[in-house]
T-cell receptor, first 111, second 116 residues
């Protein structure tokens, strides 16, 4: 069946470090892919998305490129800030109603 | 745009009582809304899919008589936890999918339920 696998956390970085959170998706077709962010005590916010191969989603300095060959959608940011500390969820949808979520990766950024 | 609200944000209740949680899409119409449950430091568990004007579709293992869902309009879905017990304590999150939208879900801020 469909699944989303993302790297386990927590990830701890110093401010201004480079961030990569890996995500791969297994599906029968080519899904739309998403990254959501959850700040403490809050719901999920859509961070970025890509709907087809080679699309790049970007927002707030975060980027992710939909790689068709590996169905990967790794999240990157060149210089993280303390305010980026949150849980990041990779997710995919093949066009049906259900969105499949990864387990989440907790990011801690130290000043 | 694409704002989803939930009410209440926090609720504490006694065991045996029922609790209603509202999910509203504020600036768009949603034929489909989803209810999730999230345990501490875990991912989201889909409980049910709510379609306007029809019965909700529950995921395997979710008791439909325990978690009543009503999607009365294109902007409102409610989840009622009936006869709540301490094990129902959790963070409940709803999301909404815009009519004609392409897979993107917009999430509410969540409702934290504590059953004493």
């Amino acid at each position: 069946g469909n699944s989303v696998t993302q790297m386990e956390g927590p990830v701890t970085l110093s401010e201004e470090a480079f961030l990569t959170i890996n995500c791969t998706y297994t599906a029968t077709g080519y899904p739309s892919l998403f990254w959501y962010v959850q700040y403490p005590g809050e719901g999920l916010q859509l961070l970025l998305k890509a709907t087809k191969a080679d699309d790049k989603g970007s927002n707030k300095g975060f980027e992710a490129t939909y790689r068709k060959e590996t169905t990967s959608f790794h999240l990157e940011k060149g210089s993280v800030q303390v305010s980026d500390s949150a849980v990041y969820f990779c997710a995919g949808n093949t066009g049906g109603f259900k969105t499949i979520f990864g387990a989440g990766t907790r990011l801690f950024v130290k000043a | 745009g694409a704002v989803v609200s939930q009410h209440p944000s926090w609720v504490i209740c006694k065991s045996g009582t029922s609790v209603k949680i509202e999910c509203r899409s504020l600036d768009f119409q949603a034929t489909t809304m989803f209810w999730y449950r999230q345990f501490p430091k875990q991912s989201l568990m889909l409980m049910a899919t709510s379609n306007e004007g029809s019965k909700a579709t529950y995921e395997q293992g979710v008791e439909k008589d325990k978690f009543l869902i009503n999607h009365a309009s294109l902007t409102l879905s409610t989840l009622t936890v009936t006869s709540a017990h301490p094990e129902d304590s959790s963070f409940y999150i709803c999301s909404a999918q815009e009519v004609g939208g392409k897979e993107t879900q917009y999430f509410g801020p969540g409702t934290r339920l504590l059953v004493l």
